[in-house]
């Protein structure tokens, strides 16, 4: 059976959900390089993170927190991830404002190459005409988002080179955490 794969993003149509601000350290101030979390490759942590409620609402097991969007998952959800996709991931303990359960900053450590560039409703380049000359050839903008399953070998989540803001995940994960009743998480097949 050939394998599928999902986008990972959050839910908005969760009624009454909770927002969170920009990740600080435990005395207030903002994490330097935010964005480390979406750029699909390990990071080096050296202090625990706070992350502050913007607004105050239903706690959720995934949903993403300030500009960066890092993820922002319950135990739960990082327990199935901590188990399928050990060395994919890297899971980093978080106290999010309000709670004493635990949570965790998700950094997906991998990027694979396999953005189905046919198959998308549309993507568009960056050019030397964008000014962006260490952007050339990367994503600037995709619609309708298909990948080349072919191309991903043995990973398990996964960002995409060239374009990381979506998170993949493959069916197994998605069937997995369908089963801890996941709550802010919404799944597209690509």
């Not at 927002?19 to 207030?28: C, M, V």
């Not at 390990?42 to 706690?59: A, K, N, S, T």
Request: proline fraction near 6%.
């Amino acid at each position: 059976m050939e394998r599928r794969f999902f986008r990972l993003s959050i839910d908005a149509e969760v009624p009454g959900r909770w927002y969170f601000s920009e990740p600080t350290n435990l005395t207030g101030e903002e994490i330097d390089d935010i964005w480390q979390f979406s750029d699909g490759r390990p990071v080096e942590v050296r202090e625990r993170m706070r992350i502050p409620l913007y607004r105050l609402g239903r706690p959720l097991d995934f949903t993403t927190a300030g500009v960066g969007l890092a993820p922002i998952l319950s135990e739960r959800v990082a327990s199935v991830l901590r188990e399928m996709a050990t060395s994919d991931v890297q899971l980093f303990p978080v106290e999010v404002e309000g709670q004493s359960e635990p949570y965790h900053l998700l950094n997906v450590a991998r990027t694979v190459r396999c953005i189905d560039d046919k198959a998308c409703k549309e993507v568009q380049l960056y050019t030397a005409k964008d000014g962006r000359p260490d952007q050339i050839g990367e994503y600037r903008a995709i619609s309708g988002l298909r990948i080349d399953k072919s191309k991903v070998g043995d990973a398990r989540i996964f960002r995409l080179w060239g374009w990381h803001p979506p998170i993949i995940v493959d069916g197994e994960i998605k069937v997995a955490l369908d089963k801890t009743g996941i709550l802010g998480a919404r799944f597209d097949e690509v």
